[in-house]
């Protein structure tokens, strides 16, 4: 018997049949024979490679096996007494070229129970235990969007006792006008999430981020509203994905220059700290320019303007006041742009910190637009987009901190607005679509069941990942099909342990994730366990720091990877790549049994100030 080349989804007739008997047979012996080492812990294998969360029980359910010793069939045993409750074949080896591992198929689809689960594989090992339910991912999302808390700049934080002892003062509390900016002297430091292991606050950052956030909330909003992120603000009336947010959108607007309404770029030291814990970086916090007049950059204030005209929208029915602050602002800063449209960023001279530099802010500008719009319905934001979207829907796939259209795009057509032009908004879904078909082919094609390309492991690239699940999901709000929140859930078994190095890329969820983040909380604080939540960077075949550099050449791209505190270009955290986790994680939740919408936003179109 020879298990079948591509395994079928669900077994055919005659498959069943067969394996009816090898279940009979093999079950009894395998169940006497290896229960024991089953139970072995010492047993668990890195070469059977799952999601060490898990799975939902109504999804499709893959492990990769990728050993030398060849086997035909596996078992799944309940974790609390090793019981074997299914058996299936495993596929042929195929060949993957991003990573270059052959690579069997465990395919357990159709078991529909719930509980937690391990792989058993006789000569191989067994696998680490998961789970099994519609609720597997409420943790992992809770985690992942808790990790902002950890990010927050200028106040004490403290994980609480679920975390003992990972905590910090309030940090980077002195800001002052860096030359660059136009300004001088000292101003305000807080509010705001560090960007990711260092402690600089970036706009074009904070806007993929924010506004990937903010989208979470309005796609999948009424799934979280039951989770609590055990944050300060939590039990305030406010949804807490919102009160965290806020922590953001406050430190956003103290970076909008209140004589003209343009954003700067950046709020950072002029080089990255030091490697120790947040409150004791005591450089001063800058606000830097272009450095010449106007001193502000277009794409920070078209992604400035984007996430308000977004606040504006959505903070209405919690907080009246900050929504038409926001909105105002939102409003000024395009303004602003209208008269500044093609003002770049780059470092100036003595600022080494990240630059997030940006040739082409017409795609950000595209994206203030189309969420101008959206919460107004202005004519004026509206023909603005309507005569640039065209150039960009071709390419349209997904977001990233240079390339925003994709957002622009999306929010447009998910506006729901009575005045969207039919051609625009058929155009866009069309795209959408296209793409999101094509990933699921090129998922199903591929050995790991990724949409993983090899030009797509670079610096970040499990953020892209992510984002591929995100275009999926979006993809299903504008038109529904199962197979796209399917497809999107196989990007995430890869960074929750899928992949070659049997890692969990999210610190502090499964049972083996990685360790040395490039993180400068986890590096000084002399705790033995990382900060949890963070989603490492991932493989990163362009190689941009030493530790990469240093490892074996002609490595396959998925391969180039180290768990070194010191290999920023692949092992840091990021904001921008946690959020498209949390988008992917909130739509891998259950709808609520007794669906409670958040209020709804008026339909009255908002008043932006001075229009
Ligand atoms: O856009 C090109 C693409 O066309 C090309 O195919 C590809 C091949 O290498 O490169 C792409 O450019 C990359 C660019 O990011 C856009 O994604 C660069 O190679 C790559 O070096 C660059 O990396 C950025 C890195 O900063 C260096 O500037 C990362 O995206 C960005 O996430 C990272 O951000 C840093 C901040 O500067 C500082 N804080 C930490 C943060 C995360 O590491
Ligand atoms: O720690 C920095 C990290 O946050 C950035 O992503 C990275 C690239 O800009 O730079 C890191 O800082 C390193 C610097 O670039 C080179 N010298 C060593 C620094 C710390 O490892
Ligand atoms: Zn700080």
């Not at 070469?47 to 799975?55: C, P």
């Not at 795609?363 to 309507?386: C, I, P, V």
């Not at 490892?551 to 692949?570: E, I, N, T």
Request: charged share 20%; hydrophobic share 40%.
């Amino acid at each position: 018997m020879v298990a079948s080349a591509t395994p079928a989804r669900f077994p055919t007739g005659r498959t069943r049949a067969r394996l009816a008997v090898v279940r009979a047979i093999l079950g009894f012996l395998v169940l006497s024979a290896t229960a024991v080492s089953a139970q072995d812990p010492s047993a668990i294998t890195a070469a059977i490679q799952l999601d060490q969360a898990g799975y939902l029980s109504e999804a499709p359910k893959l492990a990769m096996v990728v050993a030398e010793n060849r086997q035909r069939i596996f078992y799944l045993r309940r974790e609390s007494d090793s019981e074997y409750v299914y058996a299936n074949w495993l596929s042929d080896a195929q060949p993957d070229a991003n990573s270059g591992d052959d690579v069997q198929i465990a395919d357990f689809s159709d078991f529909a129970e719930s509980g937690r689960f391990f792989l058993d594989i006789p000569e191989v090992g067994r696998s680490y235990a998961f789970q099994l339910g519609a609720e597997t991912f409420r943790r992992p999302y809770y985690l992942a969007m808790r990790s902002f808390y950890g990010q927050r700049c200028g106040i004490a934080v403290d994980l609480g006792p679920e975390f003992p002892g990972y905590r910090y003062a309030a940090c980077h509390t002195t800001g002052a006008y860096h030359d660059s900016s136009g300004k001088s002297g000292p101003r305000a430091s807080a509010y705001g999430w560090h960007d990711a292991g260092d402690y600089g606050r970036y706009i074009v950052n904070s806007g993929i981020t924010t506004g990937t956030l903010l989208m979470t909330h309005e796609l999948f909003g009424p799934r979280l509203a039951g989770t609590s992120l055990n944050i300060p603000e939590s039990g305030n009336g406010t949804p807490d994905l919102l009160n965290e947010i806020r922590w953001n959108l406050e430190w956003m607007l103290t970076m909008q220059d209140a004589d003209d309404g343009g954003v700067w770029h950046k709020q950072t030291s002029t080089a990255f700290a030091a490697f120790v814990i947040p409150d004791k970086d005591l450089t001063v916090s800058q606000v830097i320019g272009t450095p010449r007049s106007p001193y502000k950059s277009s794409c920070a204030s078209a992604d400035f303007a984007a996430i308000m005209a977004m606040a504006r929208r959505i903070y209405a029915p919690y907080d009246s006041a900050f929504a038409e602050r926001a909105g105002l602002a939102a409003a000024r800063a395009w303004d602003w742009l209208e008269l500044n449209p093609y003002v770049t960023f780059n470092n100036p001279q003595g600022v080494s910190t990240g630059e997030y530099g940006d040739g082409d802010c017409s795609d950000e500008r595209l994206w203030a637009a189309a969420e101008l719009w959206r919460t107004t319905g202005s004519d004026a934001y509206h023909s603005h987009f309507l005569a640039n979207y065209e150039r960009f829907v071709a390419s349209a796939s997904t977001p990233s901190w240079p390339h925003m259209a994709p957002m622009a795009l999306w929010t447009y057509a998910l506006s729901g607005r009575e005045s969207i032009d039919a051609t625009a908004r058929d155009l866009i879904g069309a795209r959408v679509t296209q793409v999101a078909n094509d990933l699921v082919d090129r998922i199903a094609a591929s050995p790991y069941r990724t949409a993983m390309t090899s030009s797509d492991f670079i610096w970040g690239s499990n953020a892209q990942a992510a984002n591929y699940s995100m275009l999926l999901l979006v993809a299903n709000a504008l038109s529904p099909d199962p197979r796209f929140p399917n497809a999107s859930l196989e990007n995430l078994h890869y960074l929750l342990g899928r992949n070659p190095f049997s890692v969990s890329w999210v610190t502090a969820v499964g049972s083996e994730w990685f360790k040395k983040p490039h993180h400068r909380p986890s590096a000084a604080d002399g705790l033995l366990e990382p900060w949890p939540d963070l989603l490492a960077g991932g493989p990163n075949k362009d190689r941009n720091d030493n530790i990469l550099l240093n490892l074996p050449a002609g490595l396959a791209p998925m391969k180039v990877w180290s768990d070194h505190p010191d290999s920023y270009s692949g092992n840091e955290n990021a904001i921008n790549w946690n959020a498209p986790l949390v988008f992917i994680l909130a739509g891998a939740l259950p709808d609520p049994p007794k669906p409670e919408p958040p209020p709804a936003p008026s339909a009255a179109p908002f008043r932006m100030g001075g229009r």
